[in-house]
Structure formats: C-alpha cells, structure tokens
C-alpha cells in the first residue's frame, strides 16, 4: 500500500505556527473590527464572534430548485451541512445517507432542521444535476451551488477545504478532494457542533441533535 | 462476521490452489447519476500473504483499489493502493469512508437489484471472479 506513515517534519512544524499565527491575527482582527464597528455607530444588528470556532454558515448560493438562498432562509431551522460533489464515489454518497438516516430517525423533529449539501464543484455541479442527485437521498435534502466565488465564500466561512486535483484517468480530468466533516449549525448561523460519518452511529446523532432542539 | 461467500469464486490455475482467498460481504451501490465514478465494496481473506493486484469488470474502463489517507489537519484525500496487501488469515475489510474500489469510465449506469462482475488477480497468480449485488444510493453496508 502507498500509505506512509506520518511523521511531522519541521517544515510542517513550521507552517502550523505561522497558520496558527494567522489564526490569532484573524480573530484579533475581527475583535478590533466588530469594535470600531460598534464603536463608530454601526453596530446595530448584534454580531457576536466566539473566537473559539469561528465558524458560521454565512452563504449567497443556489438551491436545487433554482431559488438565490443565503443563510437567512433556514434561519427558522437549525442546519446540518456538508460539502461535497456528485462525483465523488466514496464518502459523500455514504455520508449523505448517514444524513437521511439521521432525519429519518428524528421523526417529526426533523422539521426543524435544514439538512443542506454544498457541492465544491460548481463547475460541474448546476442545479439540475443537485436536483436529480439530492432527491436520491432524502426529500428534504437541499442541495446548494453557485459560482466558483459564492463556493468559495461559503466553504470559507465554514472553515473548510477543497482543492481540485488534476487526474488524467479521472472524468473530465480532475477530482476534488474535501473535508468531510458534518456542521451542525444553530438557526442564527452560529457553529454548535461538528461530527463525521463514521463518528458514531445515526441513533446516536440524531439523540444528540434532538436534545438540543 | 458474516461470511457469504457471494457467487462464484472460480479459481483459473489450479496448480495455485493451495492460495485461497475467500471473499464476503461484497457490494457496490449503485449510480446517481450517469458517468459518476462508481464505488464497490468487499472482505477479502487470504490464508497466505498474497497482494490485490488488479481488477477488471466489463462495464467499467478501469478499476482502482482507493485509500482515503486523513492528514493531522483533519483533510481526507483519497490514495491510489497499487497493490493490496493481504496478510495471511487475516480479513482485508474494503468499507465506506475507508478502503474502496473505485470504478471509472462505466458503461453503463450501475443498477440498483443487479448483479455486478469482477475478475480479481492476486500476485500468487490466483484469478477470482465474483459478482457483487448493486444495493441502494443510499446503502451504507452489505446486504443482510
């Protein structure tokens, strides 16, 4: 197998200090920020930033149904989001039917949450294709796409990561490669937990999600 | 672990019979949507140490073995496996969101309820085919 174990070399080492680095410098300056933006009289819709996971569903994209969506849509539900693409064989269709167990299990509950797939290719994932794929999974599973940019703003204020790979044996010569985590996010936006497929099993996630309904 | 030993397991050169490899739990899932890399999935146990080395099925134009290598900052990225290692007795289990078999250029869409071909090679020279049932977009696991 060509797994080789990790090791962290010190340029590695390197690179996580100067990323952490980064991090701190950006939360400093969203607290500076969001202070003189107070400070100057323009702070009247309340902004609160935990700086602990500044994560936030925070989106201008597409649905699958051709509607401009941001998060201000699903403000009455909670969210559970992931990102992904159609053609992707492995850990996306497995995820998103560990969603649409999840969903099935909350019952009724599950009105209360917007279960949302964020496509991280755009390019080949338009809305009719997030139409046919999503409807596969679960009725109330909505799929979101948008330009190159709107991805990459949304992927951003989530916090998380794709990059495209260049594959010659790969369709159309290229594959995406993601993280595959699932965010669950409070109706205001807000990040309240992060969870992954194989973590534990849908009873158990759904348990968890209906105590904090 | 339940061991169903899916379909014919047919070994071409008996003179290598001695290298068993037994296969369960196979499944693939079927298509979304049409020219999409397929996923299939499968136990195998050698009872001596022999290596996956290819794949082949009539409808797909290739076959790779994929790891799904998960980096410390949490970014999993799938690997291509050149060869599969099977220590001996000891089950190789190829699941979702780790180990799979990743099938490209398909022929055709992969159908839930059918039945799909794989010829196996392993380094000991062994030949194996089996066919897998095509279960669910939505299936996470072997059929009961």
């Known amino acids: 197998m060509s797994i080789e ?22 939360i400093a300056g969203v607290a500076i920020f969001s202070a003189l933006e107070m400070y100057l009289g323009n702070g009247s819709k309340t902004v609160r930033y935990s700086g602990e996971a500044d994560i936030r569903s ?64 755009p390019e080949r994932d338009t809305v009719p ?85 | 672990m339940k061991i169903t030993t899916l379909a014919t397991a047919l070994t071409f050169w008996p003179f290598f019979a001695s290298a068993d490899v037994t296969i369960s739990d196979g499944w693939a899932r079927a298509s979304i949507l049409a020219s999409r890399p397929a996923a299939a999935y499968l136990t195998l146990t050698s009872d001596q140490v022999d290596q996956l080395v290819a794949i082949t099925t009539p409808i797909a134009g290739n076959v790779t073995i994929h790891a799904v290598e998960t980096s410390d900052d949490g970014v999993s990225r799938m690997v291509e496996v050149d060869a599969l290692d099977l220590p001996a007795g000891e089950p190789v289990t190829l699941a979702p969101g780790g180990m799979h078999l990743m099938l490209m250029g398909l022929s055709e869409k992969l159908e839930e309820g059918t039945e799909l071909p794989l010829t196996m090679t392993f380094a000991s020279g062994v030949r194996m085919e089996v066919s897998v049932p095509v279960l669910g977009p939505g299936a996470v696991g072997p059929q009961e």
């Open chain 1, 5 to 26: 174990p990790s090791e962290t070399p010190p340029k590695v080492l390197l690179l996580r200090s100067i990323l952490w680095g980064s991090v701190f410098v950006a």
């Open chain 1, 129 to 213: 294709v997030m139409a046919e794929y999503v409807s596969v999974f679960h009725p109330s599973l909505i799929g979101l796409t948008g330009t190159e940019a709107q991805v990459a703003e949304a992927a951003r204020n989530f916090r998380t990561w794709y990059e495209r790979t260049e594959n010659d044996s790969a369709p159309d010569g290229y594959f995406m490669a993601h993280g595959g985590y699932i965010y669950l996010m409070q109706p205001s936006g807000e990040f309240e937990a992060v969870y992954q497929e194989g973590g534990q099993p849908p009873e158990v996630l759904a348990q968890e999600i209906r105590k904090k309904l």
């Open chain 1, 58 to 121: 925070e989106f201008s994209l597409t649905d699958h149904t051709g509607q401009e969506m941001t998060q201000a849509d699903y403000a009455d539900r909670w969210q559970l989001v992931f990102f992904g693409f159609t053609h992707c064989p492995d850990i996306c269709p497995t995820t998103l039917a560990y969603m649409s167990g999840v969903l099935d299990l909350l019952g009724d509950d599950a009105d209360q949450v917007a279960p949302i797939f964020i496509t991280v290719d």
